[in-house]
């Protein structure tokens, strides 16, 4: 074939999930809450106001109105972007940050296997600064690395994934600090089960993101809706990557009945939180398992070398995790998306089975 395309992508994958597919879907970290069976009435009702023939809707200047004041701290519209997902804010980040074949970001690893996709994608180098044995990192050691003059971008995700802890506000603060002619990405997907945010940062350090998504507390995965917040001159800067008409008036409507029924999502993540409690003291309690802190809806955790039997098992269970021991600091590690009741007691009981053999 002819070289059609960029010759850094010859070797580069398309982007696919390859996780196994089991009645009790614990892997990528959804919700078990349907958004549409639990709020479809209010999506329909407001629908039949729209006119998808358009381009333009009421719907959206709704949006960004009630999105900026429940990502709260005094912002406005100017302050937030949204997109079709977390992965596609990062994406469109990478993308209007890369500068030239030298560019590249930081990131800490084991952390959001992604970011190296889509830096990949849009042919942005990516350099790591490894975690340490408990999951903190070295800030100069981070610095180090972010202060190169080719470096572009600084990304932490907090909690972060797969390790599920949160890092010190302090030492988040301080990098953000420490780096005032750099963009600083904070990946806050998981931030409505950590409680923690660096949005009150965000007036006092204009070069601060934050990346959300609507997939994990809001329960909407398959409706692919995420948002950046920053000062109005990032996100208007980051705009200039954006197409015109970049998310569908539908995901939008749907976007914004899910803020409309917070209370309902917020009650979701409460027990969740709850739930995350429970299953990890009783993993905890099981000898032979090592299961680690989360500020998320996961719990990472292992059985030591004979953990790829595990994962076998559990999907013969019709149990589906996450394999995450691809870097060396989760060798022999699975994570568990904490999920409704039946699953996790199923879980659990599958898991003490196995240990049981
Ligand atoms: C840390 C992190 N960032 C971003 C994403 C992507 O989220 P979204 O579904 O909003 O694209 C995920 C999804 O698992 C994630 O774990």
Redesign the pocket.
Same mark, same amino acid.
């Given at each position: 074939m002819p070289e059609y395309f960029r010759s850094d992508l010859a070797d580069k994958q398309p982007s696919v999930i390859n996780v196994p597919v089991r009645p009790r879907m614990m892997c @990528? +970290?959804e919700s078990c809450l349907d958004p549409y069976q639990a709020i479809k009435d209010q999506f329909l009702a407001r629908m039949e106001k729209i006119r998808l023939n358009r381009y333009l809707s009421p719907v959206t200047a709704e949006l960004h109105a009630r999105l900026a004041a429940y990502a709260s701290f005094g912002l406005e519209p100017e302050n937030v972007v949204w997109g079709n997902?977390? =992965?596609?804010i @990062?994406y469109h980040v990478f993308l209007a940050v890369r500068e030239n074949p030298a560019s590249f970001a930081v990131s800490l690893a084991p952390s959001?296997f =992604?970011y190296k996709t889509f830096c990949q994608a849009v042919g942005l180098g990516i350099r790591f600064c490894e975690l340490r044995e408990d999951f903190s990192f070295d800030t100069q050691a981070f610095l180090q690395l972010a202060k190169d003059p080719d470096c572009r971008l600084a990304i932490l995700?907090n909690p972060n +994934?797969p390790t599920g802890n949160l890092y010190d506000r302090e030492q988040l603060r301080g990098i953000v600090d420490a780096l005032p002619d750099k963009l600083v990405l904070v =990946?806050e997907?998981?931030f409505e089960f950590s409680g923690a945010t660096l949005a009150a940062e965000l007036a006092r350090h204009p070069n601060l993101l934050l990346?959300r $998504?609507? $997939?994990k507390a809001f329960s909407g995965?398959g409706l692919?809706f995420?948002y950046a917040i920053s000062s109005p001159e990032i996100i208007y800067s980051l705009r200039k990557v954006f197409t015109t008409f970049h998310t569908s008036i539908l995901n939008q409507a749907f976007a914004l009945i899910i803020l409309e029924n917070m209370a309902l999502f917020q009650t979701q993540v409460e027990e969740i939180k709850s739930a995350r409690t429970a299953l990890y003291g009783q993993m905890q309690a099981l000898p032979g398992v090592t299961v680690h802190p989360s500020s998320t809806n996961f719990l990472t955790f292992s059985v030591g070398e004979r953990t790829p039997q595990l994962f076998a098992f559990l999907q013969e269970e019709g149990i589906a995790v996450r394999d995450v021991g691809a870097h060396r600091r989760l060798h022999k590690h699975l994570r568990v998306t904490v999920s409704c009741a039946e699953d996790n007691s199923a879980f659990l009981d599958a898991l003490q089975l196995w240990l049981g053999e």
């Open positions: @990528l +970290n997902g977390a =992965d596609d @990062l959001y =992604d995700c +994934n =990946d997907t998981y990346v $998504s609507f $997939s995965a692919r995420g």
